[in-house]
């Protein structure tokens, strides 16, 4: 599998890293999506940036590009991918249906005692599959992302009629992870947009997180819906980018 990766030009090593999930709902996009803004971020962060470019759906549903996102880390984690990372001090990151794998990472690596992971951001995380909380069923003509969407790709990331009914995977829908599934996570920072329908799946999700002993930090930014990001001129975007570095570099200190 392919990962692109971004190394601060002359920085000696042994450098923390960011393992950077594209988003896409599960069905769309490559490394591509997040170049500039991977490339920014090994600048700022003076670490090491790493994105998968993980199988998508339909053609390759759940597991498949979870099963590639951890393939690439183990190969980050170990050495193998020749770019001199401290093991120990290595976070995800993701947005939207990113977000949910980057999550669905931290299960993985846990239940098959590693790699360790010091740190999870969450970003307007895809985490719930039955699409049925309160800002899904009052945001379905919101921009960049609705509920009819949310469903779509579900759909296809699981499996024609396998979102909302019984026995989903909580490596697929983390908010499917009961008390004891989220216990032993690495600590989480999540935002999430205002007006976006994933808003109510990210805030319960860190609720659970809190509730199961997981050191979790929520920010909703105000006025934002779904990619908002892409903005980048827009204050309320530029002060979520810089906080963005501030959190990632007080996870990654030594």
Do not use: K
């Amino acid at each position: 599998m392919p990962l692109r990766t971004y190394r601060p030009e002359g920085a000696a090593g042994p450098l923390p890293a960011v393992y950077s999930l594209h988003g896409g709902g599960f069905v769309v996009g490559s490394p591509d999506v997040d170049h500039a803004f991977n490339l920014w971020l090994c600048r700022r962060l003076d670490a090491v940036v790493v994105s998968p470019d993980y199988r998508l759906a339909p053609e390759h549903p759940f597991p498949a590009g979870l099963e590639d996102c951890y393939a690439g880390l183990c190969l980050l984690a170990e050495g193998d991918a020749g770019l001199d990372v401290a093991a120990d001090r290595i976070a995800v990151l993701g947005d939207s249906s990113g977000a949910g794998m980057a999550t669905a990472l931290t299960m993985l690596a846990r239940d098959r005692g590693g790699p360790g992971i010091r740190f999870q951001y969450l970003g307007s995380p895809a985490l719930d599959d039955r699409v049925d909380t309160p800002s899904a069923r009052a945001f379905t003509d919101t921009p960049v992302w609705t509920r009819h969407l949310a469903r779509h790709t579900w759909e296809a990331y699981l499996g024609a009629g396998v979102a909302g009914g019984e026995g989903v995977s909580p490596y697929a829908a983390p908010a499917r992870a009961g008390a004891d599934g989220l216990r032993g996570l690495p600590p989480a920072y999540v935002a999430v947009m205002a007006y976006d329908p994933l808003r109510d799946e990210g805030v319960d999700y860190a609720r659970a997180l809190l509730a199961a002993g997981v050191a979790t930090e929520l920010h909703l930014f105000p006025g934002t819906f779904h990619g908002a990001a892409a903005v980048e001129y827009a204050g309320v975007v530029r002060r979520m980018r810089d906080e963005t570095v501030t959190v990632l570099r007080r996870a990654l200190a030594r």
